[in-house]
């Protein structure tokens, strides 16, 4: 399990490192800039190899890289006499520091800018080459009395077969096909013993719940979908497709009834019996503890029952504009998402148990992989979208930082005097490492508690 953790951690960390850095280094020779090292990792150099003007090295510290240009400082007593010689080889106008403020710009907005175009990137392609999870079946089970659906002449065993127009392929679908407005009503055509009926009706919203309702449902039935490597499912021996038949013998015929039983017993052995392929077993089975976000105002971290399974859901493949479209639209929400937890991290609306550093990061990796590649391929986009994210920090040594730094050049038209910009480095550089002391505390905190 820690082999896999550690390979998972490596393989994001080098991926997102690099689309970052490749960011960089892309804008930077449009913009003609001589590129002396493109660097993955910090400190010693382990390997090296010069592709044209450029050193490609493999240094010994694997968190994170940089880019280094010619001409980056004009303070030669800093300067070592190979770069010294180096940039006087180079001409003027292929120096960083010579560059419209602009230009600087461009370059150090690139890397965060390629982070987030790669985590869009994963996430249509993975749509398109995975297809979407969704909730199977058209049939409508259950009616909830006095709904909207009930009032528009629902009955259970309705096969719905398009609403307003547009085909019905499966139960995710209803929120997006349905018009959300009490004024306007939807139309089904449903199938019922063999005849097509019109139904239509208006949705209800439920201020309790926060969500529109019509009222009839389709629950997923107490099947496994995927089952986590290492976890305790799968050390008791169920595997993907196994029917959930009870637990500490009281019977369960829908997936939300095992979340109900599991999620409030962390660390309590529960008796499950269960049917895969038409034998029956059971075993003792103790939920692991996981992390989870609490409910409420007020975000935090808790610990729920988890056994390591997932729900039955099934894959289906889409054209590739609509993957264009789920992949963006989810793309925009995990923006969305990332900037509401800053928001509440920084009104104190979040406990700082929710940051994650390095060590959360690899363990989530590890993770992810446990419960398939394609999970830490989405992991990886986040993880991306992320890093994007944090480095627009409007402070040295930060990306954000600076383009702060260079915008006001641009509209001062002269650059920073060099001890201020000396000051601001120093400033940020100890504000980057009392972050990383105290995310590092966080990070063990969360992992020993």
């Known amino acids: 399990m820690i082999l896999t953790t550690i390979v998972a951690f490596i393989f994001v960390l080098s991926i997102v490192v690099f689309v970052h850095e490749f960011g960089h280094f892309f804008v930077a020779k449009m913009n003609k800039i001589f590129v002396t090292t493109f660097s993955f990792g910090f400190?010693?150099?382990?390997?090296?190899?010069?592709?044209?003007?450029?050193?490609?090295?493999?240094?010994?510290?694997?968190?994170?890289?940089?880019?280094?240009?010619?001409?980056?400082?004009?303070?030669?007593?800093?300067?070592?006499?190979?770069?010294?010689?180096?940039?006087?080889?180079?001409?003027?106008?292929?120096?960083?520091?010579?560059?419209?403020?602009?230009?600087?710009?461009?370059?150090?907005?690139?890397?965060?800018?390629?982070?987030?175009?790669?985590?869009?990137?994963?996430?249509?392609?993975?749509?398109?080459?995975?297809?979407?999870?969704?909730?199977p079946g058209t049939v409508v089970l259950e009616v909830q009395e006095g709904s909207p659906a009930a009032e528009a002449g629902f009955q259970p065993g309705d096969e719905i077969l398009s609403i307003n127009g547009e085909e019905f392929d499966h139960w995710g679908e209803l929120s997006m096909l349905v018009t959300l407005d009490e004024q306007v009503e939807s139309t089904f055509r449903v199938s019922r013993g063999g005849e097509t009926v019109t139904l239509r009706l208006a949705p209800a919203f439920d201020p309790e719940d926060n969500l529109w309702e019509i009222g009839v449902r389709s629950p997923l039935p107490a099947k496994v979908g995927d089952v986590k490597k290492g976890s305790?499912?799968?050390?008791?021996?169920?595997?993907?497709?196994?029917?959930?038949?009870?637990?500490?013998?009281?019977?369960?015929?829908?997936?939300?009834?095992?979340?109900?039983?599991?999620?409030?017993?962390?660390?309590?052995?529960?008796?499950?019996?269960?049917?895969?392929?038409?034998?029956?077993?059971?075993?003792?089975?103790?939920?692991?503890?996981?992390?989870?976000?609490?409910?409420?105002?007020?975000?935090?971290?808790?610990?729920?029952?988890?056994?390591?399974i997932g729900p039955p859901l099934e894959s289906m493949?889409?054209?590739?504009?609509?993957?264009?479209?789920?992949?963006?639209?989810?793309?925009?929400?995990?923006?969305?998402?990332?900037?509401?937890?800053?928001?509440?991290?920084?009104?104190?609306?979040?406990?700082v148990r929710a940051v994650g550093g390095p060590l959360r990061v690899g363990i989530m990796a590890g993770d992810m992989l446990a419960w398939g590649f394609s999970y830490l391929i989405y992991f990886l986009a986040f993880f991306s979208l992320n890093l994007a994210i944090f480095n627009l920090i409007p402070i040295l040594p930060f990306d954000g930082g600076h383009f702060v730094l260079y915008g006001v050049e641009l509209v001062s038209g002269r650059s920073i005097n060099r001890k201020v910009q000396q000051v601001m480095m120093q400033v940020g550089f100890i504000i980057l490492v009392a972050l990383m002391v105290f995310i590092l505390f966080v990070d063990i905190f969360n992992l020993f508690s």
Do not use: C
């Not at 592709?51 to 001409?71: D, L, M, N, Q």
């Not at 599991?262 to 034998?279: S, T, Y």
């Not at 609509?322 to 920084?346: H, N, P, Q, W």
């Open 232 to 308: 305790p499912a799968e050390k008791a021996g169920i595997r993907p497709g196994a029917v959930i038949l009870s637990i500490n013998d009281t019977t369960v015929t829908e997936y939300a009834e095992l979340e109900e039983f599991i999620h409030p017993r962390p660390g309590v052995p529960m008796e499950f019996v269960w049917e895969h392929e038409g034998r029956r077993d059971s075993a003792t089975i103790i939920p692991a503890g996981v992390d989870a976000s609490s409910g409420g105002e007020r975000l935090d971290v808790v610990k729920v029952g988890g056994i390591g």
């Open 317 to 351: 493949r889409i054209p590739f504009t609509d993957a264009v479209s789920y992949g963006t639209e989810g793309f925009v929400d995990l923006v969305y998402a990332i900037l509401a937890f800053l928001k509440k991290l920084v009104t104190g609306k979040a406990t």
């Open 43 to 135: 400190g010693a150099k382990l390997l090296r190899r010069k592709i044209g003007e450029t050193e490609f090295v493999v240094s010994a510290i694997p968190f994170g890289g940089y880019v280094k240009f010619a001409g980056e400082s004009d303070d030669d007593s800093q300067k070592t006499e190979e770069e010294l010689e180096l940039e006087s080889f180079v001409p003027e106008y292929r120096l960083y520091r010579n560059k419209h403020p602009l230009q600087k710009m461009s370059v150090v907005l690139a890397g965060p800018l390629m982070n987030a175009l790669f985590a869009l990137i994963v996430f249509i392609a993975s749509l398109w080459i995975q297809g979407v999870r969704v909730h």
